[in-house]
């Protein structure tokens, strides 16, 4: 039987308490993704948060604090079979125990280690690449990151900022981080029309652009290496590269 969820770290919890306590899952999906399989029939598991609690302190107690990072980690990433490869992590580590990260020769959890990794330094860049615009008293940023990692920046940035209002919007999921002075919150947010910058901010970005090309040294420029540390995909977003 394949199961179907909501979309939330905590519907995905309660499937895998249902492959536990119910029905073994053939296949774990995404409700409004999910195509038709014969050889499967589905079932909508309602998300329920005292079942995804115990899954959630079982993976804990039962594997370690690095296989719940990596369970998340997993389910923010990109990977269109992320939930798949959750499920089969999960048994392999209720299995295994706490050795289970230490498996590196293993194909599932050198798939595993490899797209937590990619989310892990998406998120490290972003702490970096991120640039703020002052609109209205209140800090924006937009971003387009390949991985869901809005969650990972809000501690962060609102530590940093702990004064100010900001909002951090995901473009490509429609949705953003709200932070008022140390409280943040993640909620959909969707504009159709360019945020219009005031003359004070245009002349910010315009010193900004100044200093950024007479500070580098023509000589040591090394392009490559700046696409790696920087990758192109994200440049739309920083003034000093438009």
């Not at 530590?159 to 919007?169: A, C, G, S």
């Not at 953003?176 to 970005?205: M, P, T, V």
Request: with cysteine; proline share 1%; hydrophobic share 35%.
């Amino acid at each position: 039987m394949n199961y179907l969820y909501d979309g939330s770290f905590e519907g995905l919890l309660t499937c895998i308490y249902e492959h536990y306590y119910m029905k073994k899952a053939a296949g774990i999906y995404m409700k409004g993704q999910y195509q038709s399989d014969l050889f499967h029939v589905c079932k909508e598991i309602a998300t329920d948060l005292e079942k995804s609690e115990k899954v959630y302190q079982a993976i804990m107690k039962k594997i370690s604090q690095q296989a719940l990072k990596n369970t998340y980690h997993l389910y923010l990433s990109n990977s269109y079979e992320k939930e798949n490869l959750i499920l089969k992590y999960l048994i392999r580590g209720f299995k295994t125990g706490k050795s289970i990260d230490e498996l590196h020769s293993d194909e599932l959890i050198h798939q595993v280690h490899l797209i937590t990794k990619r989310v892990s330094l998406e998120c490290h860049r972003f702490l970096g690449l991120l640039r703020f615009s002052d609109i209205n008293d209140t800090l924006y940023s937009e971003i387009e990151p390949d991985h869901d990692i809005l969650v990972l920046l809000g501690d962060h940035f609102s530590d940093r900022l702990k004064n100010q209002n900001f909002i951090i919007h995901d473009k490509k999921r429609k949705k953003a981080l709200w932070s008022k002075k140390g409280d943040w919150l993640i909620s959909s947010f969707d504009i159709q029309e360019n945020i219009k910058l005031s003359h004070q901010e245009c002349a910010y970005r315009d010193l900004w652009k100044h200093y950024y090309k007479h500070i580098a040294i023509e000589g040591r420029k090394n392009n490559r290496l700046r696409k790696q540390y920087m990758p192109t995909r994200y440049w739309k977003h920083l003034p000093e590269m438009r």
